[in-house]
């Protein structure tokens, strides 16, 4: 508990002391309230603005949600079928990094045009945000099976079936973990930017409305509350890790 | 695989009746294969017919293997000892399937299985247990690929059973990196024991371990043989533990590989540690040690 309480505490203090230098300098240099609003102003809009927030909220979590769970899930299968035929990987491959190469926020409207305002061209914007960190980690892992391991395995008679499943897919385990760490974060991300090209609620399409409207402070409450979800789903995964991989990866 | 692998692991499976007791040996459970093994009747577990492999090299072949036979008789301790890099390996990946020599065949109880996977029991120079299983469950993990794998409660009591005979009771629910290099070796060497395939190849199972463990190790690979009496081919470095375990040693040549000399080692089982003092112990180690010499000079010379 003590080694634990060591590790939070420097980022717990740096955090307060970023606020308070902040609280100081509002308003300490006179600083207009729609240049920079002080974290007072900021806790004040968030508290007075609850109701419409937790409505925006819902929606962005919910959607960030589908969208993550379908990404992570693509990256997978893709993975799975790239590792299983050599040939699609060579032939795919660029592909993969190529469909990332293609701005988001370019893409998005694109996908309004083609599947309309529904969930569908939403959904697509978040897994294509998402499955690719999925699917090269989890490709990556499933390359990089201890070789005296998969010995054994051949030696021992396994089926292509038994070795995918019983070896290489446990042992990229950890590596796949990480693809979906960066996933979640992403998912985020592209939640907020499917939103702010079109939709009629979420916290991205709250955002887009307050900047027209010059509220910076509450697009800095928008902020906070994304951080937040990022953080959130990023622990989630953090613990689901600690839960699947309980055994202490080899050292080489 | 194909239809012939799998009439084959029948007559494999009536042999393979485990049983962590004293005396009772592996084929007394089956009629049908007398103990003494006479070569007319009972084909031997393993027979190597002069083996040729080699490897691409750039434009050239590099032979690694050149018209290596051997055999395992039923029930019988053989090992191999050869200079490092002398195609052992090589030798290894053709018995379990992986590879397929150029000429020459491998037969088993008397079938063809040349270039065929999963007729043998493995157990790897290292450890090789999968991180996250359990002991218990890596000790599975052999039956679990078999082509006919026995029902998991059936598996799961043997391999309980076996596991607190070979002094592994209390880690059953241990992951491999708890225990120690020598019961992990003990795992492995116990989820060889308990796959289906009568046939075990050792590779050079101690070769990691420290001396006192590996003469350890040694002492218990005996009475643990000497209980069960599987046909066993194991590579080793070492020519005392060699000796000290095997019916028969085969010495091989330098890269390309053949067999050098046939070595029969001629004490009682079960046998003790002691007959390493023994002058007939010392002077086929002495024997076997200068063969290896000038193999290990004509390599420099050349």
């Known amino acids: 508990m003590n080694a634990y309480f060591k590790s939070v505490w420097p980022p717990f203090v740096a955090v307060i002391l970023f606020i308070a230098i902040w609280q100081g300098a509002v308003s300490l240099f006179h600083i207009e309230k729609w240049m920079l609003p002080a974290p007072s102003d900021i806790a004040r809009e968030a508290a007075t603005q609850a109701e419409r927030l937790g409505m925006h909220a819902s929606a962005t979590i919910q959607l960030t949600l589908i969208g993550f769970a379908a990404g992570t899930a693509v990256g997978l299968l893709i993975a799975m079928v790239l590792h299983l035929v050599p040939f699609l990987k060579s032939a795919l491959y660029p592909l993969l990094i190529l469909s990332q190469n293609i701005p988001t926020i370019a893409l998005a409207p694109l996908l309004l045009i083609w599947f309309g305002f529904g969930l569908l061209p939403k959904l697509i914007t978040i897994i294509l945000v998402c499955f690719f960190p999925v699917a090269v980690a989890a490709m990556d892992g499933l390359t990089r099976t201890d070789a005296a391991m998969m010995n054994y395995m051949r030696m021992a008679g396994a089926k292509r079936h038994h070795i995918f499943w019983k070896l290489e897919l446990p042992h990229a385990l950890p590596s796949v973990f990480s693809g979906i760490k960066i996933a979640a974060t992403y998912s985020v991300m592209g939640a907020i930017i499917a939103e702010w090209i079109g939709a009629d609620k979420g916290i991205g399409y709250y955002m887009m409305l307050q900047k027209s409207a010059y509220r910076t402070d509450r697009l800095f409450v928008a902020i906070m509350i994304i951080v937040a979800l990022s953080l959130l789903l990023f622990l989630f995964i953090a613990l689901l890790e600690k839960l699947l991989v309980r055994w202490r990866p080899q050292k080489r | ?302």
């Open chain 2, 1 to 302: 695989m194909n239809q012939q692998q799998d009439e084959h692991v029948q007559p494999e499976r009536g042999a393979r009746a485990l049983e962590p007791k004293h005396g009772e040996k592996l084929h007394s459970a089956n009629p049908d294969l007398p103990t003494n093994t006479t070569a007319a009747t009972v084909p031997p577990a393993l027979d190597v017919v002069d083996v040729h492999a080699s490897f691409r090299e750039r434009r050239s072949r590099l032979p690694v293997l050149n018209g290596l036979s051997l055999t395992v008789k039923q029930g019988e301790f053989v090992a191999i000892v050869g200079p490092s890099g002398c195609g052992k390996s090589t030798l290894f990946h053709i018995i379990g399937g992986l590879l397929k020599p150029q000429e020459g065949q491998v037969l088993m109880n008397g079938h063809d299985v040349t270039g065929q996977r999963g007729k043998i029991s493995y157990m790897p120079q290292q450890p090789a247990l999968f991180p996250w299983r359990t002991i218990e469950d890596n000790v599975l993990l052999a039956g679990e690929v078999a082509i006919d794998a026995p029902p998991r409660a059936e598996a799961l009591a043997e391999a309980r059973k076996w596991l607190s005979s070979v002094g592994l009771a209390g880690f059953e629910q241990a992951y491999p990196h708890m225990l120690s290099g020598g019961m992990q070796q003990r795992a492995a060497f116990l989820r060889a024991l308990l796959s289906l395939q009568e046939l075990m190849l050792l590779d050079e199972p101690f070769s990691a371990l420290d001396a006192l463990t590996r003469s350890d190790m040694q002492r218990w690979l005996l009475d643990i043989w000497e209980q069960n009496r599987r046909s066993v081919l194991f590579i080793t470095h070492n020519i005392e533990e060699a000796l000290l375990l095997a019916d028969r040693v085969y010495v091989l040549s330098n890269r390309p590989a053949t067999v050098l000399h046939e070595v029969h080692v001629p004490f009682d089982r079960p046998r003790r540690e002691e007959i390493t003092e023994e002058s007939a112990f010392l002077e086929r180690k002495r024997q076997i040690a200068q063969w290896m010499r000038e193999e290990q000079q004509k390599a420099r010379l050349s």
